[in-house]
């Protein structure tokens, strides 16, 4: 792995932040969904080589069959299967972090 790589624990990571900071930005919004589907989808890698690296290093983006089928064009391509992963991925970390949010919100 090179230093530059970004890995999917970063690509989580980074998203989870972005649920963060969008809920202190709106604190009285409760609701969501559509930044959350707007961060996984823009937080999935687009180009071949990443996508590929990503397989390479979590296996089971590569061998698993995404729930909402491929991603990008939906032909059941390596890429577009573990794009689909990621992006699952991705969405499930932004909303583990919405409901740690949301715990901490009640508990103050």
Same mark, same amino acid.
Not at 24 to 49: C, L, M, Q, R, W
Not at 96 to 106: F, K, M, T
């Given at each position: 792995?090179?230093?530059?790589? /970004?890995?999917?624990?970063d690509?989580?990571?980074?998203?989870? !932040?972005?649920v963060?900071? *969008?809920?202190?930005?709106n604190?009285? $919004?409760? !609701?969501?969904?559509?930044?959350?589907?707007?961060?996984? $989808?823009?937080?999935v890698?687009v180009?071949?080589?990443?996508?590929?690296?990503?397989?390479?290093?979590?296996?089971?983006?590569?061998?698993?069959?995404?729930?909402?089928?491929?991603?990008?064009?939906?032909?059941? /391509?390596? /890429?577009n299967?573990? #794009?689909?992963n990621?992006?699952e991925?991705?969405?499930? #970390?932004? *909303?583990e972090? *919405?409901?740690?949010?949301e #715990?901490?919100r009640?508990?103050?």
């Amino acid at each position: 792995m090179s230093d530059n790589e /970004t890995t999917l624990e970063d690509i989580l990571s980074m998203a989870r !932040e972005e649920v963060r900071e *969008w809920a202190k930005n709106n604190p009285d $919004d409760d !609701e969501p969904h559509d930044f959350i589907s707007e961060t996984a $989808d823009t937080s999935v890698p687009v180009y071949t080589g990443d996508l590929m690296q990503l397989g390479v290093d979590n296996l089971e983006l590569a061998t698993t069959k995404p729930e909402l089928g491929p991603a990008f064009d939906g032909e059941p /391509t390596p /890429t577009n299967i573990i #794009a689909a992963n990621v992006y699952e991925a991705i969405e499930a #970390a932004c *909303w583990e972090e *919405w409901q740690e949010i949301e #715990a901490e919100r009640e508990a103050a």
